[in-house]
Nanobody, 125 residues
Framework: QVQLVESGGGLVQPGGSLRLSCAASGRIVSINAMGWYRQAPAKERELVATITEGGSTNIVDSVKGRFTISRDNAENSVYLQMNSLKPEDTAAYYC???????????????????WGQGTQVTVSS
């Protein structure tokens, strides 16, 4: 149906930067909202940032001023630019999309939640 594939994670020193990318593919009609969540070991998954189809963004206070979310509607992609990274940013980062799609060639679904497989970000010296 719809697949999300993330890339761009890795190991970075405190104060460094990383850019995460996520591309959606499949029987997509449009993508209503996209975003990034993260989950650190022994913690619940938490929202990092979201962006609507029109470009309105919501960024949580803990990363505001350091992280920027953007998207390319033509490429069905969302990006997370992470600057001034801190050890507490270490987590698995998951891409999310609310997608209007066809579950089969004739059955239209106006909204469905899809997740990527996750990409690890480790901030350590």
């Amino acid at each position: 149906q719809v697949q999300l594939v993330e890339s761009g994670g890795g190991l970075v020193q405190p104060g460094g930067s990383l850019r995460l990318s996520c591309a959606a593919s499949g029987r997509i009609v449009s993508i209503n909202a996209m975003g990034w969540y993260r989950q650190a070991p022994a913690k619940e998954r938490e929202l990092v940032a979201t962006i609507t189809e029109g470009g309105s963004t919501n960024i949580v206070d803990s990363v505001k001023g350091r992280f920027t979310i953007s998207r390319d509607n033509a490429e069905n992609s969302v990006y997370l630019q992470m600057n001034s990274l801190k050890p507490e940013d270490t987590a698995a980062y998951y891409c999310y999309a609310d997608v209007a799609y066809y579950s089969d060639p004739t059955y239209y679904q106006p909204s469905g939640d899809f997740w990527g497989q996750g990409t690890q970000v480790t901030v350590s010296s």
